[in-house]
């Protein structure tokens, strides 16, 4: 067959496909190459019948499937021959009716470019409008309630397009067809401020106003596309100060938008990598290293030397840099632990006493997000909290049962799998807070609607206490409890496609373990149906419950007890009464855990050298352990691993005798930091290569919350990559316990094959 002579191709294209300008594209590549035929959407497929010269064709669809819009996301490319149609022209037809299979929907995106050009041209009709967006950007997860993805089944539904819109969205030409939430100034939503006690601020330009507002010292909660923002001019101290006492988050680091990305590199280390993360239509909250010599308020990320920093993703917020601000304080819109605003009706009331004025606009957000945020780590992207920009996210997992994942009592998350596919969820937040448990309950009824779904199996933790066990508990149905460690393990092996046996470094903060004691140290050889520990860090006996998280220098109080010394000799800032209470507990067994948390020894040497007695957020004295920890320090305390019977056990008390010297000789707490990281993974290094030896298992998979310690992970990722290992850690799936979810499924559906 010469190149001249006509085929035609049945190509059917799968993956997030619909509200991303697929159709039109795929229009104008066919004009492009003289094919005939017609495209049109199924569910989270495009088909397209394509008829034409043979070169021709194979053309059209190398673009077509390997150089699709920015937005769109195949996973898979089916191409079969046909027998001559003689089609004369190509059209695009209706979308077929919902069918089942993978079900996706595009993320919310930041405005493109063009858009942007639209938004600052003043002889545009969308000059300065806030809601301007097309084919290739804009609100999608947000707004949708129903598939297929059509305005009908979107909050902008209440919106008629005027004339002029409508005319682009019936345009296969226009960058707009059948861009579902196309809008502008006299047909979209409008913008309105209010003052905190909610009654209407007459002004021609709120966002104007807005601004001078933030000028003036002022907190603004601004309605965004997945929730409100709590803002404020971020070089302004008071101002800044102010929304740390109304919000009661002195410590905890404040996200930060710049106006642009010069603005940005003024203030922080900004590599190729974390260029393209910042500037990706995803716009994700990146963790950079601030410039040493940069001034930057004290008050945005006290302690540290990173920063939360995001680029504008909405016109609105590209508007509101108009006029001389540079950056903004941008913090999720809730009171602290309770989930994100996204209602007007509720927002006065919930963020009374903190904004002083708001900023709404009435499109409805129909499923609430946070913020994104991810960090390089090992030189790879690494997602946090995977929410705005990084929701949907189905994997495909062969997955052969119609399960529920309820995941973990923090951080939590859940995940649903049908035909195959595994769909996660946004962040949630904390179970323990009821406004967030509800929360948890919505999210849960809104994903099996979306997806038709009927989840026929309920995954749950091991831990009989955590909400989400109790959730799943009142459900009709089968359920199976999954071993806390084994989930991490898991998510990152689904991630990575592993199915062999591997060895789990699984560091974490809390977790039950099988003998009933709390685990956060853990070494596993495993599956994804089942595992063996076969080591894991000393035991400790733990006192206070939660308020051993809370309380660091109960931790350290404890370690010293066990290495039968005088805590009082050591930890100085605590009043006498709270150190003898803790110590007459510990005599008694009054309160007390077994525990092997990894989690609970940070926590234990950020006391011990005077870094954190108390925290006010999570992970609060590890992350400012980390944070201090001298660079070009190699050297490592001594550590013991204890063979004799199975599991081993990492011994930390000479490691922590280490320390305790270093102190005595005043070496500077910086140091000790760097050797204590140092110390931790060179020792389950150690470990690893003795299992190697007996288990002849290469696989190593780290995750846990503990990981998101980047120094640990990259240090010890490096030690194994150097000996030889192949080495994988939670990148895409958040290595904290908002990825438990996925592993909680993978390994449910793995019990459920037997």
């Given at each position: 067959?010469?190149?001249?002579?006509?085929?035609?191709?049945?190509?059917?294209?799968?993956?997030?496909?619909?509200?991303?300008?697929?159709?039109?594209?795929?229009?104008?590549?066919?004009?492009?190459?003289?094919?005939c035929?017609?495209?049109?959407n199924?569910?989270?497929?495009?088909?397209?019948?394509?008829?034409g010269?043979?070169?021709?064709?194979?053309?059209?669809?190398?673009?077509?499937?390997?150089?699709?819009?920015?937005?769109?996301?195949?996973?898979k490319?089916?191409?079969?021959?046909?027998?001559?149609?003689?089609?004369?022209?190509?059209e695009?037809?209706?979308?077929?009716?919902?069918?089942k299979?993978l079900?996706?929907?595009?993320?919310?995106?930041?405005?493109?470019?063009?858009?942007?050009s639209?938004?600052?041209?003043?002889?545009?009709?969308?000059?300065?409008?806030?809601?301007?967006?097309?084919?290739?950007?804009?609100?999608?997860?947000?707004?949708?309630?129903?598939?297929?993805?059509?305005?009908?089944?979107?909050?902008?539904?209440?919106?008629?397009?005027?004339?002029?819109?409508?005319?682009?969205y019936?345009?296969?030409?226009?960058?707009?067809?059948?861009?579902?939430?196309?809008?502008?100034?006299?047909?979209?939503?409008?913008?309105?401020?209010?003052?905190?006690?909610?009654?209407?601020?007459?002004?021609?330009?709120?966002?104007?106003?807005?601004?001078?507002?933030?000028?003036?010292g002022?907190?603004?909660?601004?309605?965004?596309?997945?929730?409100?923002?709590?803002?404020?001019?971020?070089?302004?101290?008071?101002?800044?100060?102010?929304l740390r006492?109304?919000?009661?988050?002195?410590?905890?680091?404040?996200?930060?938008?710049?106006?642009?990305?010069?603005?940005a590199?003024?203030?922080?280390?900004?590599?190729?990598?974390?260029?393209?993360?910042?500037?990706?239509?995803?716009?994700?909250?990146?963790l950079?290293?601030?410039?040493?010599?940069?001034?930057?308020?004290?008050?945005?990320a006290?302690?540290?030397?990173?920063?939360?920093?995001?680029?504008?993703?909405?016109?609105?917020?590209?508007?509101?840099?108009?006029?001389?601000?540079?950056?903004?304080?941008?913090?999720?819109?809730?009171?602290?632990?309770?989930?994100?605003?996204?209602?007007n009706?509720?927002v006065?009331?919930?963020?009374?006493?903190?904004?002083?004025?708001?900023?709404?606009?009435?499109?409805d957000?129909?499923?609430?997000?946070?913020?994104?945020?991810?960090?390089?780590?090992?030189?790879?992207?690494?997602?946090?909290?995977?929410?705005?920009g990084?929701?949907?996210?189905?994997?495909?997992?062969?997955?052969?049962?119609?399960?529920?994942?309820?995941?973990?009592?923090?951080?939590?998350?859940?995940?649903?799998s049908?035909?195959?596919?595994?769909?996660?969820?946004?962040?949630?937040?904390?179970?323990?807070?009821?406004?967030?448990?509800?929360?948890?309950?919505?999210?849960?009824?809104?994903?099996?609607?979306?997806?038709?779904?009927?989840?026929?199996?309920?995954?749950?933790?091991?831990h009989?206490?955590?909400?989400?066990?109790?959730?799943?508990?009142?459900?009709?149905?089968?359920?199976?409890?999954?071993?806390?460690?084994?989930?991490?393990?898991?998510?990152?092996?689904?991630?990575?496609?592993?199915?062999?046996?591997?060895?789990?470094?699984?560091?974490?903060?809390?977790?039950?373990g099988?003998?009933?004691?709390?685990?956060?140290?853990?070494?596993?050889?495993?599956?994804?149906?089942?595992?063996?520990r076969?080591?894991?860090?000393?035991?400790?006996?733990?006192?206070?419950?939660?308020?051993?998280?809370?309380e660091?220098?109960?931790?350290?109080?404890?370690?010293?007890?066990?290495?039968?010394?005088?805590?009082?000799?050591?930890?100085?800032?605590?009043?006498?009464?709270?150190?003898?209470?803790?110590?007459?507990?510990?005599?008694?067994?009054?309160?007390?855990?077994?525990?092997?948390?990894?989690?609970?020894?940070?926590?234990?040497?950020?006391?011990?050298?005077?870094?954190?007695?108390?925290?006010?957020?999570?992970?609060?004295?590890?992350?400012?352990?980390?944070d201090?920890?001298?660079?070009?320090?190699?050297?490592?305390?001594?550590?013991?691993?204890?063979?004799?019977?199975?599991?081993?056990?990492?011994?930390?008390?000479?490691?922590?005798?280490?320390?305790?010297?270093?102190?005595?000789?005043?070496?500077?707490?910086?140091?000790?930091?760097?050797?204590f990281?140092?110390?931790?993974?060179?020792?389950?290094?150690?470990?690893?290569?003795?299992?190697?030896?007996?288990?002849?298992?290469?696989?190593?998979?780290?995750?846990?919350?503990?990981?998101?310690?980047?120094?640990?992970?990259?240090?010890?990722?490096?030690r194994?990559?150097?000996s030889?290992?192949?080495?994988?850690?939670?990148?895409?799936?958040?290595?904290?316990?908002?990825?438990?979810?996925?592993?909680?499924?993978?390994?449910?559906?793995?019990?459920?094959?037997?």
């Amino acid at each position: 067959m010469n190149d001249t002579e006509k085929s035609r191709y049945m190509i059917r294209l799968c993956g997030v496909v619909q509200g991303v300008g697929y159709r039109p594209y795929i229009f104008q590549k066919a004009k492009e190459y003289g094919i005939c035929g017609w495209v049109n959407n199924a569910g989270a497929m495009v088909i397209i019948d394509a008829e034409g010269e043979r070169n021709s064709l194979k053309c059209f669809v190398r673009d077509v499937a390997a150089r699709p819009p920015v937005l769109a996301d195949i996973k898979k490319v089916e191409i079969r021959l046909q027998a001559s149609a003689g089609y004369e022209d190509f059209e695009i037809r209706e979308s077929d009716t919902f069918s089942k299979g993978l079900k996706l929907v595009s993320p919310d995106v930041g405005a493109c470019e063009k858009c942007m050009s639209e938004v600052r041209d003043p002889h545009s009709r969308r000059y300065r409008y806030a809601f301007t967006n097309c084919t290739e950007c804009g609100p999608r997860f947000s707004i949708i309630k129903a598939l297929p993805y059509d305005r009908c089944n979107t909050t902008m539904k209440d919106f008629q397009q005027c004339s002029c819109c409508e005319t682009e969205y019936n345009n296969p030409e226009s960058r707009r067809f059948h861009t579902q939430p196309n809008c502008c100034s006299d047909c979209g939503p409008s913008l309105e401020l209010a003052h905190s006690h909610g009654c209407t601020i007459n002004c021609t330009d709120p966002i104007g106003r807005t601004i001078e507002l933030i000028k003036k010292g002022n907190i603004i909660a601004i309605k965004g596309i997945g929730g409100f923002h709590l803002c404020c001019d971020a070089s302004n101290d008071e101002a800044v100060m102010k929304l740390r006492n109304r919000k009661k988050r002195p410590h905890k680091p404040l996200a930060v938008m710049t106006k642009n990305i010069q603005i940005a590199a003024r203030y922080c280390e900004i590599s190729s990598q974390e260029l393209k993360l910042l500037s990706s239509p995803r716009r994700p909250i990146v963790l950079l290293k601030k410039k040493e010599k940069a001034i930057m308020g004290e008050n945005i990320a006290p302690c540290l030397k990173s920063i939360g920093l995001m680029l504008p993703y909405l016109p609105l917020q590209h508007l509101l840099f108009d006029d001389g601000l540079e950056m903004l304080v941008m913090t999720s819109g809730n009171r602290s632990r309770d989930p994100i605003q996204c209602e007007n009706d509720s927002v006065i009331q919930g963020l009374d006493g903190i904004a002083d004025y708001f900023l709404l606009h009435n499109r409805d957000i129909y499923s609430s997000t946070d913020d994104s945020v991810v960090k390089l780590a090992a030189g790879r992207e690494q997602v946090s909290r995977r929410a705005r920009g990084y929701i949907p996210y189905a994997l495909d997992l062969g997955i052969n049962h119609d399960i529920l994942a309820l995941g973990a009592e923090q951080k939590n998350s859940v995940c649903l799998s049908q035909s195959g596919y595994a769909y996660m969820s946004q962040y949630i937040g904390d179970l323990k807070e009821m406004a967030v448990y509800e929360r948890f309950k919505e999210i849960i009824d809104k994903q099996t609607a979306l997806l038709k779904a009927n989840p026929l199996i309920y995954v749950h933790d091991l831990h009989p206490q955590y909400l989400s066990t109790w959730h799943a508990e009142k459900q009709t149905g089968p359920k199976i409890p999954v071993q806390h460690h084994h989930a991490h393990m898991v998510s990152c092996m689904a991630e990575h496609k592993l199915f062999g046996e591997v060895i789990g470094i699984i560091f974490d903060g809390t977790g039950l373990g099988y003998d009933g004691s709390i685990w956060g140290g853990e070494f596993f050889i495993g599956s994804r149906k089942c595992f063996r520990r076969v080591g894991h860090l000393g035991q400790v006996l733990l006192q206070g419950g939660d308020r051993v998280v809370q309380e660091p220098w109960r931790s350290a109080a404890c370690y010293l007890r066990a290495l039968g010394l005088e805590a009082r000799d050591y930890i100085k800032t605590v009043e006498r009464y709270e150190m003898d209470a803790v110590l007459h507990a510990l005599a008694s067994g009054l309160n007390c855990h077994s525990s092997t948390s990894m989690g609970r020894l940070f926590d234990c040497i950020a006391a011990l050298i005077g870094v954190r007695d108390r925290i006010t957020y999570d992970a609060q004295a590890a992350i400012e352990l980390e944070d201090m920890a001298e660079a070009g320090i190699t050297s490592c305390y001594g550590y013991r691993i204890n063979t004799n019977s199975e599991p081993w056990e990492l011994d930390y008390r000479d490691i922590l005798a280490g320390v305790l010297a270093d102190l005595d000789c005043r070496v500077p707490a910086s140091a000790i930091s760097a050797k204590f990281h140092n110390t931790i993974a060179a020792a389950a290094a150690d470990m690893v290569l003795r299992l190697r030896e007996i288990h002849k298992v290469n696989d190593v998979v780290l995750s846990g919350g503990v990981f998101e310690n980047r120094y640990l992970l990259e240090d010890l990722h490096r030690r194994l990559k150097d000996s030889g290992f192949s080495v994988f850690f939670n990148e895409q799936i958040p290595i904290n316990d908002s990825g438990i979810s996925v592993g909680q499924l993978v390994i449910a559906d793995s019990i459920l094959e037997d």
